[in-house]
C-alpha cells in the first residue's frame, strides 16, 4: 500500500510538474514573444539613441577642442589687456606731465623776474650816466675856470 501510495502521489507529482512545465513553457514563449514585439517597437529609438550618442561624443570632443582654445585666447587676452594697461599708464603719466603747469609758470616767473633785473639795471646804467655826464660837466668847468684863472695869473705875471 506504500507503494501504490507513492506511486499515486508519484503520478499526482509528475502530473503537476507536467502541468507546472506547460505554464512555464508558455510564460517563455509570450516573454519571448513580447520581447522580440518590443525589441522591434525599439529598434527606431535604439538606432536614434546610438546616432545621437555619437553624435555626443562628437560634441564632446569639438567642446574639448574648443575649450583649449578658449583657454588660449583667454590667456593671450589677459596678455594683451596687461599691455594695453601698461600702455594706457605711459599715456596718463605723459598727458600728466604735459598737462603740469608748474615748470610753465617757474619758466614765466624767471622771466619775470629778469625783465625786473633788466629795468633797475637800465636804470643803474641810466644813474651812472648821468653820474659820468655830470663829472664830465664839472671837470670841462673845472677846466675852463682853471684855464680862465691861470691867464689871470699870466696877465698878472707879465705885469710885474
Do not use: C, W
Not at 79 to 96: N, P, V, Y
Not at 125 to 134: R, S
Amino acid at each position: 500500500a506504500v507503494v501504490s501510495t507513492q506511486s499515486t502521489g508519484l503520478s499526482a507529482s509528475k502530473s503537476q510538474l507536467d502541468q507546472m512545465h506547460h505554464e512555464i513553457t508558455r510564460t517563455l514563449e509570450k516573454i519571448t514573444s513580447r520581447e522580440k514585439y518590443i525589441n522591434s517597437q525599439m529598434e527606431g529609438p535604439i538606432a536614434e539613441y546610438r546616432r545621437l550618442k555619437d553624435r555626443l561624443a562628437e560634441i564632446e570632443e569639438k567642446y574639448r577642442s574648443a575649450g583649449s582654445t578658449v583657454t588660449d585666447q583667454s590667456r593671450n587676452l589677459a596678455q594683451i589687456t596687461e599691455e594695453l594697461e601698461g600702455i594706457k599708464a605711459q599715456m596718463d603719466e605723459k598727458g600728466t606731465t604735459m598737462t603740469d603747469s608748474g615748470p610753465l609758470v617757474k619758466i614765466k616767473q624767471a622771466i619775470t623776474k629778469v625783465k625786473n633785473e633788466l629795468v633797475q639795471m637800465e636804470l643803474r646804467i641810466g644813474v651812472l650816466q648821468h653820474a659820468v655826464i655830470t663829472a664830465k660837466v664839472n671837470d670841462k668847468t673845472a677846466m675852463t675856470r682853471d684855464m680862465h684863472s691861470e691867464d689871470h695869473f699870466s696877465d698878472l705875471k707879465t705885469s710885474f
